[in-house]
DNA sequence: ATAATAGTGTCTTTCAGACATTATCTA
DNA sequence: TAGATAATGTCTGAAAGACACTATTAT
């Protein structure tokens, strides 16, 4: 047979499929708080709970699972992230009801400013700690794709400066520390972390300062390729 | 209605699903070479070009995805690999003629006598060193695959003694260096490479010795855990 | 002036790079 | 003994940790 003839002759339904969607870990820092976005379930399965952001692929609006992904965070949040990484993909016949299931997983992150009036407007999405998180009933597997978003956070924060995408566009260098120690959960040197990220020149000083208690703190912003960075030598954790 | 009932109704055709496949990057270290185990497609599409080991997952058989793509190692080497790792996930319209499909992508290594006697029992397995790939046409989008995988593994041998399980289960420090040196495309400093491992201690000195022109070599095995430990600093590349 | 926060100076420590030197085998 | 390969000694350099110190604002 030809393979012509066997892709008109192919049934798609043929042998039992696994349910496929992608879901998002959206992360932003807001008040000296990790939050995580979480998305109220209207429907069936786990109607009601709270979930991430996703859903099943749309074949006919999707042309990649990425632009799945950034679509169901932009329906949520009004906007397109900043950074979106793939985490991992789950899958299994235990964690969805409906049957055998695969989850496509990405980790993302964003300031709180950029989507705060579109997320105050709706009733549904809403940002919670990931403190918060431990008293909240989750959908599916949930809980367990933010606690390893948030682990891989963590070392990228040992070696890169990934984390800024969680802060408004302009920035400080303290800001930035405090989202690198609230990811490592542990306090870093000011002088090592600001030495490091210097020599590696993935700043642009605005020549802005900003001003509230104590001396005005100079304001940052990343160049186009910083997000790609990676030291050579993590932080100590 | 009740979720209950809800799961009844369920109707997991109703919707139109992407095809999804597990495949495997398998390597292995042979004669100094980094070589890759590839199949022949016996089937449509792409019959008869050569790609990587995996296919549907089958719900009755896999319980994870991991284990669906274990489970076709096994039947393409007759062993289960000691290292496997979730490396990325595929999608989109275009990257097989039958649809919008999806492939969940594992990056595994194995030694290659493991699996010598298996493999040259088959006609359709081949291991396939990562020069002669130019040179096959591959199914799919599997070159890219291989691509993503090699990437990866050349960040590992920076961090990480996880190319050790391409070598046999005993193994010396010059035979595991060659390794990494394949792997990261540069000679490394001897002295450096075996530093950073004896201070980790990352290996158990069997206490015998291999000799083969020159003076003989000490034959190591990693500990338990070797595989999951990452240095703070990466070599230079 | 004081408190608060931003930012620097500088010494120590750690660990990889470089490369010369020594050790142990076979032919 | 010569050649080959394994393993070590040791100096240098790069970059992080520690922490005291200075700078700049508001009240």
Redesign the interface.
């Known amino acids: ?1 030809s ?1 012509q003839k ?2 008109e002759n ?1 049934d ?2 043929e ?6 969607t992608v879901d998002s870990v959206l992360f932003t820092c807001h008040e000296g708080e990790l939050k995580v976005l979480l998305v109220e379930r209207a429907n ?4 009601g709970k709270w979930g991430l952001p996703g859903g ?2 749309d ?1 006919q609006l999707d ?3 990425s632009d799945s992904a950034l679509r169901r965070l932009k329906e949520k949040t009004g906007v397109i992230p900043p950074y979106i990484e ?1 985490l ?6 235990q964690r969805d ?4 299931s ?1 989850t ?1 997983c990405y980790s993302a992150l964003v300031s709180f400013q950029a989507c705060k009036s579109h997320i105050d407007s709706v009733a549904d999405v809403q940002w919670v700690s990931v403190e918060q998180l431990n008293y909240i009933e989750l959908a599916f597997d949930h809980r367990q794709l933010i606690v390893d978003a948030r682990e891989r956070l963590r070392q990228k924060a040992l070696y890169s400066i990934v984390p800024a995408y969680a802060l408004p566009e302009v920035f400080t260098l303290p800001e930035l520390q405090q989202v690198h120690e609230l990811l490592i959960g542990k306090a870093l040197q000011k002088k090592s972390f600001r030495r490091r990220i210097e020599q590696a020149e993935l700043l642009i000083d605005t020549g802005d300062k900003r001003s509230e208690r104590g001396r005005p703190a100079s304001l940052y912003r990343m160049k186009a390729d910083a997000g790609g960075f990676n030291f ?3 932080l ?1 954790y």
Chains 1, 2 share one sequence.
Do not use: C, D
């Not at 042998?15 to 496929?20: G, Q, R, S, T, W």
């Not at 069936?44 to 109607?47: G, L, M, V």
């Not at 991992?88 to 016949?93: A, E, V």
């Open positions: 047979m393979e066997y892709l192919y798609k339904q042998f039992e499929a696994p349910l496929i069936h399965p786990e109607q099943f692929v074949l042309s990649s699972l793939q991992k993909t789950y899958g299994g016949p009801k409906r049957g055998w695969v496509v050579i030598r993590n100590e």
